[in-house]
């Protein structure tokens, strides 16, 4: 079964003025698109090439784990933005942060020293285990599922997620995704 570059859940020009068109046409387009690519062509032929996404990335390594889990991360990023989305959440996903963090305010503050505090390329993530909501980042193509842990959503902070609209400014990119982009209906789903 190849894997394929999925449809983004809007336009690419809907989230702006807060991520561009453009950085849609690389990171979607280009970067993701090429470890869709490089998986399909290191499987082809193999016993892999009928696991699922999720079974590949739990029995890879190396090379095949990072191009593999590297498609994963992003099919969730795509899916923890919204041209609607940002701030804080009410409902639901407002009473489980309330109590996880105690506050929005909280919960911003220890997102954002997690993503800005990432060394290099990462990922920041919200995940949700035995019914406990937390906050863990990880390097460079690593991801909650490798540790048996079930991520809701993610911040992308690799520099090729930011650098079109914020250059080397990842604090701003990280603010914006809080502020304007999160998908909170992620969370939502997950309760």
Not at 177 to 185: R, T, V, Y
């Amino acid at each position: 079964m190849a894997f394929s570059l999925p449809e983004l859940p809007y336009a690419t020009d809907a989230l702006q003025p807060h991520l561009s068109a453009e950085t849609f046409e690389y990171h979607h387009g280009k970067h993701h698109k090429a470890y869709i690519d490089t998986t399909n062509q290191m499987v082809a032929g193999t016993p892999d090439e009928n696991l699922s996404l999720e079974e590949l990335i739990l029995k890879a390594e190396g090379k095949l784990f990072n191009q593999s889990a590297q498609i994963w991360n992003h099919n969730l990023y795509w899916r923890s933005l919204s041209p609607n989305g940002g701030g804080a959440p009410t409902g639901a996903a407002g009473d489980a942060i309330n109590e996880a963090f105690g506050s929005y305010d909280k919960f911003r503050e220890e997102f954002k020293a997690s993503a800005t505090a990432q060394f290099g390329s990462g990922w920041t993530w919200l995940t949700y285990d035995d019914g406990k909501l937390a906050i863990t980042s990880t390097g460079n193509a690593d991801l909650p599922l490798k540790h048996g842990s079930n991520a809701v959503l993610t911040c992308d902070v690799w520099e090729h997620a930011y650098y079109i609209d914020y250059r080397n400014a990842r604090p701003n990119y990280v603010d914006v995704f809080l502020d304007h982009l999160i998908n909170w209906q992620l969370l939502e789903d997950a309760l």
